[in-house]
């Protein structure tokens, strides 16, 4: 069984800056992809960007977070990170962690992030 544990979320300022880890139970150099949605209240979940396994990683981002967030992974780890700057309060939300493998997807159960002055 695939787990995944987010982790980093919190309360921060417009203009503020996190970083969120999603840690897998597996080595992640040989999945397909990972990537990162977000949840805001009453809205559909929308994904944020993706990294996959292979290689160098071939990233893509959401259009409403390019130039803002980047992500990255560390295969010894098996970790993969968003760095959020210069947050809005739009990018209000639960965020996920999501890994696709053999054509499985696995998600984790997300970490808060507020951005509210």
């Known amino acids: 069984q695939v787990q995944l544990v987010e982790s980093g979320g919190g309360l921060v300022q417009p203009g503020g800056s996190l970083r969120l880890s999603c840690a897998a139970s597996?080595?992640?150099?040989?999945?397909?992809?990972m990537g990162w949605f977000r949840q805001a209240p009453g809205k559909e979940r929308e994904l944020v960007g993706t990294?996959?396994?292979?290689?160098?990683?071939?990233?893509k981002y959401a259009d409403s977070v390019k130039g803002r967030f980047t992500m990255s992974r560390e295969n010894v780890k098996n970790t993969v990170y968003l760095q959020m700057n210069s947050l809005k309060p739009e990018d209000t939300g639960v965020y996920y962690c999501?890994?696709?493998?053999?054509?499985?997807?696995?998600w984790g159960k997300g970490t808060l992030v507020t951005v509210s002055s």
């Open positions: 990294i996959t396994g292979s290689g160098s990683g071939i990233i």
């Open positions: 597996i080595s992640i150099f040989s999945i397909n992809y």
């Open positions: 999501q890994l696709r493998r053999w054509g499985a997807d696995y």
